[in-house]
């Protein structure tokens, strides 16, 4: 192989590890990427593939926030659901059961500098949260949620309708700090 050849090739090389190396980010990135290239994997235990889901019909965000869905959904414009939509399923970071369970709702599009450059609306009646650790990324859901599962974070998103929780245990390990509910926060009774 010429000179020439083998300094392209390490090149490549370098710009492919670049590349995936500036996927990987820290957990306070509070941003992530979302490309439309995915690639999807099984676990082991053949219960979840693990993919993200970016899409704009209704019936592909319900679907893929469904216990058999995606571990991450991005909505690519504004989407109305006409019926009530359940969050279910348990998914782990790379689909490795060892990492942190976590799921989360993409309301929102970037630059390849991860600046947000717009953000969506979700509509619907009602949200359930029933997967740990799911976040609501940007943008507005418009309806109530309710949430039975722990972790539940609003990351610069609104809800505009009420939330809420199955119990106060729930609402303690919530974050929502970063978010807006434009209804009430309360507690089942």
Known sequence: MSLLKKK????????????FLGACDSAEDTTEEVTEETE?????????????????????????????????TAITADVTVEEDITVA?????????AEAEYRKLALYAQDEDRNVTDEYT?????????????????GTVDGDVYVDAEGF??????????VTFASQELQDAAMMDEGTVEGEVTVEE
């Open 8 to 19: 392209l090739a390490a090149g490549a090389a370098v710009v492919a590890l670049g590349g």
């Open 40 to 72: 999807e994997t099984t676990e082991e235990t053949g219960d979840a593939v693990t993919a993200a889901s970016i899409t704009d019909q209704a019936d592909e965000v319900v679907a893929s926030l469904s216990e058999d869905g995606n571990w991450i």
């Open 122 to 138: 979700l509509t619907v009646p009602m949200m359930t949260v029933e997967s740990p650790n799911f976040r609501i990324q940007n």
């Open 153 to 162: 974070e609003l990351a610069g998103s609104t809800v505009t309708g009420d």
């Open 89 to 97: 399923g348990t998914f782990h970071d790379g689909g490795d059961e």
